[in-house]
């Protein structure tokens, strides 16, 4: 089976950084996404990392660690519009490009 | 490019009554997928489709049926409904580069 781990909450403040962090277990891995969704809107693809190491995408930077089975999303000069909820993905080898979501970490912005 | 796009957006249904969701993509992805998404909680795989003419099961399948008649277009079928099935459905399709594109949400509510 397959499960993930990420905080259900997390709060920072305008201009701030912040870490998301998740863990996973799963019985085949092929890699870990990010998805960013707004109240009431579709998920948006943040980041995906399939090796080992650091991501960098602008203000927003994805890691994992593939023998811990563990990664984190980290947001940079936090935005008022970067609150929103945030969701880890393992993509498992089927070949379809499944995806297995965690539960979501909802981000509040405050001034 | 419109994207991935969703029919209906909001829907009320009478426990045991059907429908059919309609998603099309523009951007000629071989993979598609129907997910559902309750409060609180994460995407859960309800049906893949690995290209035209061919349909899998995810994670939560029952209660549900798929088409891929044309490579465009995913259809989810709800036969009878049920309370449970009450939520909201996000098509996805998906291209080479690990990122899967979302429709913008169909809301069902079964009464």
């Known amino acids: 089976g397959q499960s993930l781990e990420q905080p259900s909450e997390v709060t920072a403040v305008e201009g701030a950084i912040v870490q998301i962090n998740c863990t996973y277990q799963t019985s085949g891995f092929y890699g870990l996404s990010w998805y960013q969704q707004h109240d009431g809107g579709a998920p948006t693809f943040l980041s995906y990392?399939?090796?080992?190491g650091l991501e960098e995408t602008g203000r927003f930077s994805s890691f994992l660690s593939r023998s811990d089975s563990y990664g984190y999303l980290l947001l940079q000069e936090l935005q008022m519009k970067d609150s929103a909820s945030y969701f880890c993905?393992?993509?498992?080898?089927?070949?379809?490009?499944?995806?297995?979501f965690g539960t979501g970490t909802r981000l509040t912005v405050i001034p | 490019n419109a994207g991935v796009t969703q029919t209906p957006k909001f829907r009320v249904l009478k426990t045991g009554q059907s429908m059919t969701l309609l998603c099309a993509q523009d951007m000629n992805h071989e993979y598609m997928y129907w997910y559902r998404q309750d409060p609180g909680m994460g995407l859960r795989l309800i049906h893949y489709s690995v290209g035209e003419g061919t349909t899998a099961k995810g994670e939560v399948p029952d209660g549900y049926n798929v088409s891929r008649l044309k490579k465009q277009n995913f259809l989810l079928g709800l036969e009878s409904a049920a309370p449970s099935q009450t939520s909201v459905y996000f098509c996805?399709?998906?291209?080479?580069?690990?990122?899967?594109?979302f429709g913008p949400g169909t809301r069902l509510t079964v009464t």
């Open positions: 996805a399709s998906y291209n080479a580069g690990g990122e899967q594109y």
């Open positions: 990392n399939g090796l080992d």
């Open positions: 993905a393992v993509r498992g080898r089927t070949g379809a490009n499944n995806l297995f």
